[in-house]
């Protein structure tokens, strides 16, 4: 008796063991943690952070906040996910397709872009302990690359006025595209000849990186060169360069998120109409989170030889937009840069993101007067290289090649796109949506005569497409002259429903009536 007792008592112990390792991934690392593994996580942490803070900045700029929220947004990311995370190279942050998410919901507001990022992580949490991180596979490939394009692009061109230096330019894309190119004339020289240098620095030191350095910094090289021919030129009262300006400084206060919001006039906006005012947004944004980091976790994943699991991942970033909002964040997700040099540094666990954290942090406790002097140009030379790569235009090719229906969502999502980003990923997916119920309700159905018809269904039957299968059994066989009979192959049928049912069970009513079979072959059990 007192031996089955402890085998009981055991294998609770082994199965709560086993669930704490699930929900808290680092006590399966931190037992084996090393001196070397140690000396990895801080060199790539330290060059993940160089690279962080000149993009949280520059992202922010998409978002349409002041550049601190970039950095606000960049530290809770790496102290959560190495609790929480199962992937070694992810890290969370803002990013660019984020950034311009919240903007189309927002427009830019700093108290509403923060209680978005609540309640984004709430809904993530929620999605992972539901265990729904599989809605994730209703989301074609086209949609992804169709939407991922058209964000490029909208980013890319959103940043072009400040490479010319031009102010008060709409954010609607058309119109941006519109007033760029109209006032165009009103350009400030120094601003486009430091935007253009800057550019050509970056894609020069991304061609020439394999040759100096196996990591990423180009991005604080060129944009601390900026900020220093920006403060030489100011120091002599030469005003040629638009700067970022007066940032507030220091760590932002740990608070609740706000529930409420305040127009310019004064008007208290309650929390109800808020949330009203964020519309589809709060569908969208939480799940294109979810669906960029995943992405990034499995890719990387695959190429360094290991798993991960989406819901826990799914939790992590929930997690961190929650904890987040506390200390004024906007949404954040994975990132695909930051992601790809923190795994080319030789990262070894997700301890690398707290090192990176530690740097954004030292950085807005002290470096923030350093900032007034970066250009806006150069951080829009940031933005703008890395968002180019993800305009993949090949993939067109390769999908008119394997697939050509498949060019119909990626066009719907990225045309759409440019009117609002949200409605491009609603419109691809539910043209998606269209395509694989039309293949439902239209199997592959092949009629061969060898003396009696026989009909092979290649993609299985159910309710949708037993229509289209019962009028081609009219057409071929009950009312063919005289009425033949026919053999209906069920190998590849292996789930069925009542709707199917009652119409099989018509067809041999109606194929007795006319003094013919109808006979099912291969039937599973």
């Given at each position: 008796?007192?031996?089955?007792?402890?085998?009981?008592?055991?294998?609770?112990?082994?199965?709560?063991?086993?669930?704490?390792?699930?929900?808290?991934?680092?006590?399966s690392?931190?037992?084996?943690?090393?001196?070397?593994?140690?000396?990895?996580?801080?060199?790539?942490?330290?060059?993940?952070?160089?690279?962080?803070?000149?993009?949280?900045?520059a992202?922010?700029?998409?978002?349409?906040?002041?550049?601190?929220?970039?950095?606000?947004?960049?530290?809770?990311?790496?102290?959560?996910y190495?609790l929480l995370?199962?992937?070694?190279?992810?890290?969370?942050g803002?990013?660019?397709?984020?950034?311009?998410?919240?903007?189309?919901?927002?427009?830019?507001?700093?108290?509403?872009?923060?209680?978005?990022?609540?309640?984004?992580g709430?809904?993530?949490?929620?999605?992972?302990?539901?265990?729904?991180?599989?809605?994730?596979?209703?989301?074609?490939?086209p949609?992804?690359?169709?939407?991922t394009?058209?964000?490029?692009?909208?980013?890319?061109?959103?940043?072009?006025?400040?490479?010319?230096?031009?102010?008060?330019?709409p954010?609607?894309?058309?119109l941006?595209v519109?007033?760029?190119?109209?006032?165009?004339s009103?350009?400030?020289?120094?601003?486009v000849?430091?935007?253009?240098?800057?550019?050509?620095?970056?894609?020069?030191?991304?061609?020439?990186?394999?040759?100096?350095?196996?990591?990423?910094?180009?991005n604080?090289?060129v944009?601390?060169?900026?900020?220093?021919?920006a403060?030489?030129?100011d120091?002599?009262?030469h005003?040629?360069?638009?700067?970022?300006?007066?940032?507030?400084?220091?760590?932002?206060?740990?608070?609740?998120?706000?529930?409420?919001?305040i127009?310019?006039?004064?008007?208290?906006?309650?929390?109800?109409?808020?949330?009203?005012?964020?519309g589809?947004?709060?569908?969208?944004?939480?799940?294109?989170?979810?669906?960029?980091?995943?992405?990034?976790?499995?890719a990387?994943?695959?190429?360094?030889?290991?798993?991960?699991?989406?819901?826990?991942?799914?939790?992590?970033?929930?997690?961190?937009?929650?904890?987040?909002?506390?200390?004024?964040?906007?949404?954040?997700?994975?990132?695909?840069?930051?992601?790809?040099?923190?795994?080319?540094?030789?990262?070894c666990?997700?301890?690398?993101?707290?090192?990176?954290s530690?740097?954004?942090l030292?950085?807005?406790?002290?470096?923030?007067?350093?900032?007034?002097?970066?250009?806006?140009a150069?951080?829009?030379?940031?933005?703008?290289?890395?968002?180019?790569?993800?305009?993949?235009?090949?993939?067109?090719?390769?999908?008119?090649?394997?697939?050509?229906?498949?060019?119909?969502?990626?066009?719907?999502?990225?045309?759409?796109?440019?009117w609002k980003?949200?409605?491009?990923?609603?419109?691809?997916?539910?043209?998606?949506a269209?395509l694989?119920?039309?293949?439902?309700?239209?199997?592959?159905?092949?009629?061969?005569d060898?003396?009696?018809?026989?009909m092979?269904?290649?993609?299985?039957?159910?309710f949708?497409?037993?229509?289209?299968?019962?009028?081609?059994?009219?057409?071929?066989?009950?009312?063919?002259?005289?009425?033949?009979?026919?053999?209906?192959?069920?190998?590849?049928?292996?789930?069925?429903?009542?709707?199917?049912i009652?119409?099989?069970?018509?067809?041999?009513?109606?194929?007795?009536?006319?003094?013919?079979?109808?006979?099912?072959?291969?039937?599973?059990?």
């Amino acid at each position: 008796m007192w031996l089955l007792c402890s085998e009981s008592w055991l294998a609770q112990k082994c199965c709560s063991l086993s669930a704490l390792r699930a929900w808290l991934p680092f006590l399966s690392w931190l037992p084996s943690y090393n001196l070397r593994w140690l000396q990895m996580d801080l060199l790539a942490g330290l060059t993940v952070g160089l690279t962080t803070v000149p993009q949280a900045l520059a992202y922010a700029e998409v978002a349409g906040l002041p550049v601190q929220y970039g950095l606000y947004s960049a530290f809770m990311g790496g102290f959560f996910y190495t609790l929480l995370g199962t992937s070694k190279d992810v890290t969370l942050g803002p990013t660019a397709i984020m950034s311009l998410l919240c903007f189309s919901v927002v427009g830019g507001q700093p108290h509403r872009a923060v209680l978005l990022s609540l309640l984004c992580g709430l809904i993530q949490a929620g999605m992972a302990l539901l265990r729904l991180g599989f809605l994730v596979d209703f989301i074609s490939f086209p949609v992804i690359k169709g939407f991922t394009c058209a964000a490029a692009i909208t980013i890319g061109f959103g940043q072009v006025k400040n490479i010319l230096g031009l102010q008060g330019i709409p954010q609607q894309f058309f119109l941006e595209v519109y007033y760029t190119f109209y006032r165009i004339s009103e350009a400030r020289i120094g601003d486009v000849v430091l935007g253009l240098l800057c550019l050509s620095l970056l894609v020069m030191l991304m061609l020439m990186k394999k040759k100096l350095v196996s990591y990423d910094v180009r991005n604080a090289l060129v944009v601390v060169a900026a900020s220093c021919i920006a403060f030489s030129w100011d120091a002599y009262g030469h005003n040629v360069f638009t700067i970022t300006g007066e940032i507030s400084q220091g760590l932002p206060p740990f608070r609740p998120p706000p529930t409420s919001d305040i127009t310019a006039n004064g008007t208290i906006v309650p929390f109800w109409e808020v949330v009203e005012g964020f519309g589809g947004g709060l569908a969208v944004i939480p799940f294109m989170g979810l669906l960029e980091s995943i992405a990034i976790a499995k890719a990387f994943a695959s190429q360094n030889d290991y798993r991960i699991d989406a819901n826990q991942e799914l939790l992590a970033i929930g997690v961190t937009n929650i904890m987040g909002s506390f200390v004024s964040a906007y949404p954040v997700t994975g990132s695909f840069g930051r992601t790809a040099v923190n795994s080319q540094t030789g990262v070894c666990t997700p301890a690398g993101g707290i090192i990176t954290s530690m740097i954004v942090l030292l950085s807005l406790a002290f470096l923030m007067p350093a900032f007034y002097y970066i250009p806006k140009a150069s951080l829009a030379a940031v933005v703008i290289c890395a968002v180019a790569p993800m305009v993949d235009y090949p993939i067109v090719a390769k999908m008119w090649r394997i697939r050509k229906l498949d060019l119909l969502p990626f066009v719907v999502t990225f045309l759409m796109s440019f009117w609002k980003v949200q409605y491009g990923i609603l419109g691809g997916v539910a043209v998606s949506a269209v395509l694989l119920l039309y293949n439902m309700a239209r199997p592959q159905i092949k009629v061969t005569d060898h003396g009696a018809l026989v009909m092979d269904l290649n993609s299985g039957l159910s309710f949708p497409a037993m229509e289209y299968a019962s009028h081609i059994i009219h057409t071929q066989a009950l009312q063919a002259n005289p009425p033949r009979s026919m053999v209906l192959d069920c190998h590849h049928i292996s789930i069925i429903d009542y709707t199917v049912i009652s119409e099989l069970r018509d067809l041999l009513r109606q194929f007795e009536l006319r003094g013919v079979r109808l006979v099912f072959c291969s039937l599973q059990v």
